[in-house]
């Protein structure tokens, strides 16, 4: 089946793969229509991420991709609207090289127990949808 996902610096040498954090969780978000992956990406840089594009794969690749690197996949279905959370976490110096262990691990903006209980709640809702 191919999904769609959101990646910065495509086709570069410092290419990333768009992920949540939820607890100590990577996720990636795999969505069936192409429309939503975009939309999501434009959300994104509507939060002053840098500039995304939507790339097609397999499912399969992806899951390898997650599986290997540490990371969860989760499938969105057509048509649901996923949005991001508010709180961002900054990845500084990515290395398409280096494995998820020895990354300089992301710093996050807010820490989780400062969060509203309204937000954890809608960030929750949201990643049971997804379930």
Known sequence: MRVYVVLFNARTE???IHSLKVGNRN??????????????????????FPPCSVEGFESEEIEEFCQG??????????GTLVMPPEQ????KDWDPDVIPEERVQPTEATPAEDMSQNELDRIRQQLEKLL
């Open 14 to 16: 410092n290419e990333g």
């Open 27 to 48: 996720i990636v978000l795999m969505f069936e229509d192409e429309d939503d992956a975009v939309r999501f990406g434009g959300l994104l840089e509507a939060q002053d």
């Open 69 to 78: 690197a540490g990371y969860e996949a989760k499938h969105v279905e057509t």
């Open 88 to 91: 961002n976490l900054e990845a």
